[in-house]
């Protein structure tokens, strides 16, 4: 069997190594485990992987300091971190700081199938400061226009009477593919940041979870991205999915890109 991608994986219970190794065994990916940041990062001394998982709680070496560690040795690796509810906020700034992406506990087989798939994937990363430079201004958290993006999965644009548009960033529909069908939140309902407020369902029929970038109401849903899923863009004019009435943004945008 061919091997298209070297994964290795950093959790330091045993089950939680086993359990990965379950999921992915048959597949085409070449697989290494280890149970403390420490060893992943000897192990990544002497091979290069395309795709590192690791608990973002470990003893030893916080998940910031490990992620830190393995961007400098390797800044193309893409990292998945596997979270606890507690830890949200760190998996939300772990992204800000370059990871991949994250999981959150508990998950099901499918979702690590479908996230690792999608990482392995080649399309380039988010690249937030340069994705709409005209439409970013110096000022305050809500002055109209200014975009604030989740890398890798969505983004945020403050409306003139400061409503937020939410959309779909350019690098995850890039790791997706075509898209073939898209769910989104009902009107009046309330999302989260860091939780899902979308799912998005790619040509090769993988589901995919869209992290919300801010918390509010759900004002306005885009008919035409439910209609038309395969047309969205990820351009920050014309290509959202559902308006907000945000909720707690001055805090939260401490966890997102401009």
């Known amino acids: 069997?061919?091997?298209?991608?070297?994964?290795?994986?950093?959790?330091?219970?045993?089950i939680v190594l086993l359990s990965i190794r379950k999921v992915f065994r048959g597949a085409k990916y070449e697989i290494d485990t280890v149970q403390s940041p420490q060893l992943g990062l000897a192990m990544m001394e002497s091979r290069k992987y395309d795709v590192v998982i690791t608990d973002l709680m470990m003893p030893g070496m916080n998940g910031m300091e490990f992620l830190e560690k393995v961007k400098t040795m390797d800044p193309a690796v893409r990292v998945i971190m596997i979270t606890g509810y507690a830890t949200m906020?760190?998996?939300?700034?772990?992204?800000?700081?370059?990871?991949?992406?994250?999981?959150?506990?508990?998950?099901?087989?499918?979702?690590?199938?479908?996230?690792?798939?999608?990482?392995?994937?080649?399309g380039p990363l988010s690249e937030a400061a340069e994705t709409a430079p005209q439409e970013i201004f110096e000022g305050g958290v809500l002055d109209p226009g200014r975009v604030y993006v989740l890398p890798n999965h969505a983004w945020a644009r403050i409306e003139p009477d400061h409503h937020v548009l939410?959309?779909?960033?350019?690098?995850?529909?890039?790791?997706?593919?075509?898209?073939?069908?898209?769910?989104?939140?009902?009107?009046?309902?309330?999302?989260?940041?860091?939780?899902?407020?979308?799912?998005?369902?790619?040509?090769?029929?993988?589901?995919?979870?869209?992290?919300?970038?801010?918390?509010?109401?759900?004002?306005?849903?885009?008919?035409?991205?439910?209609?038309?899923?395969?047309?969205?863009?990820?351009?920050?004019?014309?290509?959202?999915?559902?308006?907000?009435?945000?909720?707690?943004?001055?805090?939260e945008v401490e966890n997102l890109l401009t």
């Open 1 to 14: 069997m061919e091997i298209t991608g070297k994964i290795l994986v950093v959790d330091d219970e045993e």
């Open 89 to 122: 906020r760190t998996a939300l700034q772990s992204m800000r700081r370059g990871a991949f992406d994250f999981l959150a506990k508990p998950f099901t087989k499918e979702e690590l199938s479908n996230i690792v798939h999608r990482a392995m994937q080649k």
């Open 166 to 251: 939410i959309g779909i960033d350019k690098s995850f529909l890039q790791t997706v593919g075509q898209v073939a069908q898209i769910e989104l939140p009902e009107i009046g309902e309330n999302v989260s940041q860091g939780g899902g407020c979308a799912k998005v369902t790619s040509s090769d029929e993988r589901t995919y979870t869209l992290w919300c970038p801010l918390s509010g109401r759900v004002l306005e849903v885009n008919k035409k991205a439910l209609a038309e899923p395969a047309s969205l863009s990820g351009n920050h004019r014309d290509s959202w999915l559902f308006k907000i009435d945000p909720t707690g943004i001055e805090m």
